[in-house]
């Protein structure tokens, strides 16, 4: 749970010392539900500034060079569908050795490898959020 802004941001922060070169982060929430707070948080966790991070859904992205890992924050919230955002190179984004981080994710679902990070926030309250983070991973291989 998160109880505001700064507990979201918080939260993103956390997930930082596990973020890897290559790893995308899917965010999936209403607008105002505090994706870009999170990206906020990761960026600081990372070692980048947190005041650079805006949301880029009239520019389609943004990048932050944080110290450790690059993150590329995407925004799908305005693409026509999974076409226009390959046409700004997501894929290779997804080999640049950073964190691709993209709001609005199930907007390109059928860009999206299996293996990410799904955060979704959904408000519990005018500024409580509740924020879920799985990273599901390959598929299981036949024993």
Request: charged residues 25%.
């Amino acid at each position: 749970m998160s109880g505001d802004a700064a507990a979201t941001r918080e939260l993103g922060a956390r997930l930082a010392p596990a973020a890897r070169a290559g790893d995308l982060v899917c965010l999936r929430g209403d607008l105002g539900a505090g994706k870009t707070q999170f990206v906020r948080g990761l960026v600081r966790g990372l070692g980048g500034n947190a005041r650079a991070v805006s949301s880029p859904t009239f520019v389609l992205l943004n990048v932050y060079d944080s110290g450790r890992l690059a993150v590329y924050h995407l925004d799908a919230y305005r693409v026509g569908g999974a076409d226009d955002f390959e046409a700004i190179g997501f894929t290779e984004l997804l080999g640049q050795g950073g964190v691709v981080v993209v709001e609005w994710a199930d907007r390109v679902e059928s860009l999206l490898p299996r293996e990410r990070i799904e955060v979704r926030i959904s408000a519990t309250g005018e500024k409580s959020r509740r924020i879920e983070i799985e990273r599901p991973g390959p598929p299981s291989s036949p024993v």
